[in-house]
Nanobody, 120 residues
Framework: QVQLVESGGGLVQAGGSLRLSCAAS????????MGWYRQAPGKQRELVAG???????NYADTVKGRFTISRDNAKNTVYLQMNSLKPEDTAVYYC??????????????WGQGTQVTVSS
C-alpha cells in the first residue's frame, strides 16, 4: 500500500512564506511525476506546480515567480516553497504522485490535503 503524507500547511499573513512537504511511502519501485494541486471553496481543483523525475518543472501562471517546487528522489519527497503569499492562495493543497509499485502496477496517488490560509 502506498501513502502520500503532507505537512507544512497553516495560517500566515499576506506576504509571508510557507513550505509544504509530501513524502511517499510504501511498496514503491519508482516515483515518476509529482505535483501540487489546490482547491479553494467553491472552485475546482487546479494544478499549482509539477515536477518530473528528471527535475523539469511547470507552474500555474498565478504562482510563477512566487512558488518553487523541488523534490528529493532518494526520499520520494516533493516540496513546495511558497513565498509572497496572497489571500487568493488560500486553499487546501494536495500532493499528487504517479508511480510504479513493486507489484508492477502504475498508479496515481493523492495526499489527504493540507490547509493553507493567508490572511490579509
Amino acid at each position: 500500500q502506498v501513502q502520500l503524507v503532507e505537512s507544512g500547511g497553516g495560517l500566515v499573513q499576506a506576504g509571508g512564506s510557507l513550505r509544504l512537504s509530501c513524502a511517499a511511502s510504501g511498496r514503491i519501485f519508482r516515483v515518476n511525476d509529482m505535483g501540487w494541486y489546490r482547491q479553494a471553496p467553491g472552485k475546482q481543483r487546479e494544478l499549482v506546480a509539477g515536477i518530473t523525475s528528471g527535475g523539469r518543472t511547470n507552474y500555474a501562471d498565478t504562482v510563477k515567480g512566487r512558488f518553487t517546487i523541488s523534490r528529493d528522489n532518494a526520499k520520494n519527497t516533493v516540496y513546495l516553497q511558497m513565498n509572497s503569499l496572497k489571500p487568493e492562495d488560500t486553499a487546501v493543497y494536495y500532493c499528487n504522485a504517479d508511480l510504479w509499485e513493486y507489484s508492477s502496477d502504475y498508479a496515481e496517488y493523492w495526499g489527504q490535503g493540507t490547509q493553507v490560509t493567508v490572511s490579509s
